[in-house]
């Protein structure tokens, strides 16, 4: 199994930055693909952004040109670099892991942008 902890959310002013963490443990060798979900009060939880094995990434339109997605594969760490912070960005952003055998889910940090 694997564990994914987030870490580095918060209060932003719009314009702002912050960088998201999430910490992987476990059975870390099986992990194909770990990705960046968001879920906005009232909305569906949406794609952020994903790296895959390879080192390729995407990301939601919403964030690109604002967002980088990076790994640490050393100290078993993906980021979520966010730049320009918008009050449309505001939610819960959880770490995701797709593993062999399984997917995972971290309990998410809280991201507010707001003035």
């Known amino acids: 199994q694997v564990q994914l902890v987030e870490s580095g959310g918060g209060l932003v002013q719009p314009g702002g930055s912050l960088r998201l963490s999430c910490v992987a443990s476990?059975?870390?060798?099986?992990?194909?693909?770990m990705g960046w979900y968001r879920q906005a009060p009232g909305k569906q939880r949406e794609l952020v952004a994903r790296?895959?094995?390879?080192?390729?990434?995407n990301f939601a339109d919403s964030v690109k040109g604002r967002f980088t997605i990076s790994r640490d594969n050393a100290k078993n760490t993906v980021y979520l670099q966010m730049n320009s912070l918008k009050p449309e960005d505001t939610g819960v952003y959880y770490c995701?892991?797709?593993?062999?055998?399984?997917?995972?889910w971290g309990k998410g940090t809280l991201v507010t942008v707001s003035s």
């Open positions: 995701n892991a797709d593993a062999h055998g399984g997917n995972y």
């Open positions: 476990g059975s870390i060798f099986r992990i194909n693909v």
């Open positions: 790296i895959f094995s390879g080192g390729s990434a």
